[in-house]
């Protein structure tokens, strides 16, 4: 009998395991959602449900690839090295007096800097911050794979701090433009650029902030709007790129908040937007062209709401509107809320800023505010600084590299001087190869006496093919005597 029940357990086993091999191989290849399950979390006994994502989810921390990022950015990101160079005398001064013998002199570097660059074009056009070329008489760039060029400083503009350098390259790797309107909190970039001398250096951070004001253009026709980033940045990535994960090009890293000097958490880049136009000005006019609209405006805050009477707690205030000027025309009024430039909500006056700076005197932009809480499409077209749509033309260094300004009434006081003109900015040409530069105060060229810019272009233009005496006043206030030719 015993026998016969372990006989009947044993094949009754055998049955049901035929049949749960049989049910398990019919749902292997069924998805099975997963359950919702809770995760004890903190010093506390709170419980927080969550659901697994799927694996392929974008913007998840383990799911996110950079490498084709960096494969694509790091090519297009250069190493920016800058030279400032002094005059030095040669020779023996005794004798020199005795013979007669012509002194000589020779360049050599007087101070060295570094920052990075990103090419934006095949044909060698770089984008880099003003602040890592400002005031170098040599600018050299070293490309990914070590091969160097001296560049050539295409224009500069200090309000963004954006400049445009261009060497002589072929097929070069770019970094591709990106849309920097369409960065989002949180969304994962790199900051590529040569920190402390190191080539190549890729680091990985989050889009922290957008439109960051940190208030250092103040009196300026203010474009600070930066993208602020917990990706690490220190001295020498100023001018590198800050990519998206596509690899494209959204920022140009500039700065760092920072009790130390070094990465503390907090870097910032000009959004591409802004670098992108005023780098295509540079290249196509000299100079940036910039669009005003004509008012005096405020940030609205609940509390100026609160103040003026106003529903409305966030956008621009327009405080008053100026005389014969762009938004006059259009029909703007003083109390106005702008809350919109072409489509894109301008909340803030940072957003305001990076919105209107993407055009040009003679563009018409589309404006949404609100007047008396109803809400109005305004079309808008812009003005220059002097009031007309004129595109500004760039003033020209010319052969002798220089640009001057009157003498300010400090100048002809410290210097007790009634008549020159004062070197503001100076560039390779005649005047700095004779040994001029910026401060130097010319009173005379030959026999010409310099009280403004149209005298110095008059005695120019008088030399023929003589040669150029002048007598010129140093910062320090000595008179010292320069000669050259301006043959070639």
Known sequence: MDVKKTVISLLLGIAGGFIAFFIADSLKDKQVTPEIRHEIVGPGIKSVAYRPEPENTVGGAGSVDLREAAKKSVPGVVHVKTMQMRREFVGN???????????????????????????????????????VIKDADKIVVVLNDKKEYEAKLIGQDPITDIALLKIDGKNLAYVEYGNSDEVALGEWVLAVGNPYNLTSTVTAGIISAKARDLGMSRGQMSLESFLQTDAAINPGNSGGALVNAKGELIGINTLIQSPTGAYSGYAFAIPVNIARKVVTDLKDYGKVQRGVLGIRMGELTPVLAEGLGVKETSGIYVGEVVSGGAAQKAGIKKGDIIQGINGIDVKTTPEFYEQLGKYHPGSEIQLKIKRGGQEKLVDVTLQNSYGDTALE????????????SPLTKEDRYRYRLNKGVKITEIQNGKFKAAGLDKGYII????????????????????????????????????????AFSLLN
Do not use: C
């Open 93 to 131: 001064s005794l004798l020199d007096f005795w013979f007669g013998t012509p002194s000589q002199s020779r360049e050599v570097p007087m101070a060295m800097g570094y920052g990075s660059g990103v090419i934006i074009s095949d044909d060698g056009y770089i984008i880099t911050n003003n602040h």
């Open 393 to 404: 033309q760039a003033q020209e260094f010319g052969v002798l590299g220089v640009k001057v």
């Open 443 to 482: 009173v005379k060229i030959n026999n010409n006496v310099i009280y403004d810019q149209e005298d110095l272009s008059r005695a120019i233009s008088s030399v023929g093919d003589n040669g150029v005496f002048v007598t010129a006043v140093s910062p320090r206030g000595k008179v010292e005597y320069f």
